[in-house]
Nanobody, 121 residues
Framework: QVQLVESGGGLVQAGGSLRLSCAAS????????MGWYRQPPGKERELVAI???????NYADSVKGRFAISRDNAKNTVSLQMSSLKPEDTAVYYC???????????????WGQGTQVTVSS
């Protein structure tokens, strides 16, 4: 099994910062693309940021310049540094990773349980 454990969510004031972390554990040979998604209340889940195994990043236009995604391959973790937070950033944030379980297998997608981020005015 592969498990993703998220941490770092919470309640902050507008303009504040939060750092989300996601640690993958279990049967992991390697990790490919890792990313963060979010789902605001009453809306569809959307991509926030992704980072490739080579370190290439991509961000949603709404978070460019404010959020930064990073990964630590030695620890099998991906993080999202969130700065200058706005009320519209309020959502449940989900970690997503593409996991290769062995040298003989392909990749499978796994999702974290979600962590609530609430930004007050």
């Amino acid at each position: 099994q592969v498990q993703l454990v998220e941490s770092g969510g919470g309640l902050v004031q507008a303009g504040g910062s939060l750092r989300l972390s996601c640690a993958a554990s279990g049967s992991i040979f390697s990790l490919n693309v890792m990313g963060w998604y979010r789902q605001p209340p009453g809306k569809e889940r959307e991509l926030v940021a992704i980072i490739s195994d080579g370190g290439t990043t991509n961000y949603a236009d709404s978070v460019k310049g404010r959020f930064a995604i990073s990964r630590d391959n030695a620890k099998n973790t991906v993080s999202l540094q969130m700065s200058s937070l706005k009320p519209e950033d309020t959502a449940v944030y989900y970690c997503n990773v593409l996991v290769r379980k062995s040298i003989m297998s392909g990749y499978d997608n796994y999702w974290g349980q979600g962590t609530q981020v609430t930004v007050s005015s």
